[in-house]
């Protein structure tokens, strides 16, 4: 038996190499073994960190009876989901008509033309109340691919027809601000008020439903108990500053211990943001906590950020969950920490520069920026091919073949326009329009038609070659329960960018992405939390704040500038303690900041950055210019007129 996962890019795959599966990767090579055998095909979607996913792997498919079985009846399909978003979210909207309990390892069995007829997350190796044994399951798909083809031929074709015509209800507009109140008081009356968060048990962080209430004075209160709770329960691990993905009880206790990148990034800017708004101590700590959890634990020597950490490791020589961070900073360092998924994803490490440079600028944290820069010159050196297109994925120098998302453009994206905008490197700024407009087919024009939301984004090597063959590719992709959907995700990139530029086509297209959304996240605000917090910004008033401050003096070397040495040193002392305040004013402000040396400003304006057109210092002093939607108060010097 071949083995077709051991040199696969994603350590997921690689950890079932061993397996007497007779696993393949996702391609059509599988699909054309299973027409040639004419048997369905089991498509096996997990990630590396995932604890169920390990715990199916050790009880049925590492069993040779259930491999043997498999291996005579199936074309199994061992699938990232972490690498190839698109296929995991295409089966996961299939799977939602066979059961209620989504999740991963998530298992779904097909016909030869890829159309899924049964799916089910876990399942044990023996009978257990509410679970078939999963010999049972295979035992009957196989049982219904022999005795009632037609019928199965027949249900996944009208399941493929069903999810092709399904799309987010749009009605031509956004909500306005008094819908998006009502969506804030649902979203009060859902909250756990003894421990914070909403619902009971399982309880996850839902940062995009908190960045959502933190951006409104009406659920600010609500989103800052949340994170103050969090930040002190079990959910955080104390020692190194990471939060695990999500707990099984109420009060935050019993982690499942995975610790995520999407995660901790998105909680990095929420802690930042709870800071900005309060100066409370709490929110800070957590904050630089989490600075140093991705900069000493998931941070890469190439610079780019691991996807996840596992939730085992063996502990005394026990494999276990979550032992590691039972024990205290001292009986760690006895013990190998839980593994690195490796695989830096584009997308994810665009969150974490993203969430990294906005703390760096609010706490002035040279560190936080040097971790960003670091991620973002090896993206921009590795995952771009030579055409200019991204790259979805890579472990060390080798590339995933699997196709760039929106999610990858759009988060990257907009983690380059916050590290261009915290350190004054227009480079940056430039990369990200690039990325934008490749994924406009309008880019070149004027204006795009906000009437017709189609214009909006497209991913720029299209979908999925196999998913778009099966026509099993979706339009459009809402789902962003834990972080940002691909659309919301390039849809505020672009919005970013026009406050920049000016130009209007980013800010149509944004308007135009939202719209496609805006009925889907009306009904569940929890699970469209990115999307509506997009809508709030797009129908409340904008803030922009340029800071531009001298250049640095150089040391005097000409002998005869001996004299005024020491007045030209008070001097400078001045001007820079000027500028601190001034850019200690500007940190704490929620709109979009700016802090440019007169020349970087230059840099931003020539290359068509229109808000540092005529940006300068006044009198050499630093500057600050407060513009509301490109409408700029008089420039001042005063750091009061920032308070």
Known sequence: MPNRLADAISPYLRSHAANPVDWQPWGEDAFAEARRRDVPVLVSIGYATCHWCHVMARESFSDLGIAAYLNEHFVSIKV??????????????????????????????????????????????????????????????????????????????????????????????????????????????????????????????????????????DGRDLALRTL??????????????GFFRYAVNRDWSDPHYERMLYDNAQLLDLYTRAWMLTGERWARLVAEGLVRFLGEVLQLPDGGFASAQDSESTVDGVRVEGGYYALDEDARRDQAP????????????????????????????????????????????????????????????????????????????????????????????????????????????????????????????????VLTGQGLALSTDPSEGAYPSGLSAIAAAAWRLYLLTGAARYREAATAGMVRLVGAGNTNPLAFGAALRLVNTLTSPVEQLVVVIPAPDLPAVDSAASDSAASDSAASDSVASDSAALVDAARRRLGLVAVVTEEQGAAFAAAGFELFAERSTRDGLPTAYLCHDFVCRLPTTDPAALA
């Open 80 to 217: 990232d989901r972490e690498e190839h978003p698109d296929v995991d979210a295409s089966y996961l909207a299939a799977a939602g008509a066979f059961t209620q309990n989504l999740g991963w390892p998530l298992n779904v069995f097909v016909t030869p033309a890829g159309r899924p007829f049964h799916a089910g997350t876990y399942s044990p190796p023996t009978p257990m109340p509410g679970h078939p044994a999963f010999r049972e399951v295979l035992a009957a798909v196989t049982d219904a691919w022999t005795t009632r083809r037609d019928a199965v031929e027949n249900s996944a074709a009208g399941l493929v027809e069903a999810l092709a015509q399904t799309a987010p209800a749009a009605d031509g507009r956004l909500p306005d601000q008094t819908q998006l109140a009502e969506i804030v008081d649902r979203l009060a009356t859902a909250e756990d008020p003894v421990y914070g968060g909403f619902g009971g048990a399982p309880k996850f962080p839902a940062s995009p439903t908190l960045g959502l209430l933190l951006d409104r004075a």
């Open 228 to 241: 103050k709770r969090m930040g002190a329960s079990p959910l955080r691990d104390p020692v190194e500053g």
């Open 338 to 465: 839980p593994a690195l998924d490796a695989k830096v994803l584009t997308g994810w490490n665009g969150l974490a520069i993203g969430a990294l440079a906005g703390a760096g600028l609010a706490f002035a944290d040279d560190t936080a920026l040097a971790l960003a820069r670091r991620a973002a010159d090896r993206l921009l050196t590795l995952h771009r091919r030579g055409d200019g297109a991204l790259v979805r994925a890579s472990i060390g120098a080798r590339l995933s073949p699997a196709v760039a998302t929106l999610e990858d453009y759009g988060m990257f994206a907009g983690g380059l326009l916050e590290l261009a905008t915290a350190t004054g490197e227009v480079r940056y700024a430039e990369a990200a329009r690039d990325l934008i407009d490749r994924t406009l087919p309008n880019a070149d024009v004027a204006s795009v038609d906000t009437a017709s939301p189609d214009v909006a984004f497209v991913p720029p090597e299209g979908a999925d070659p």
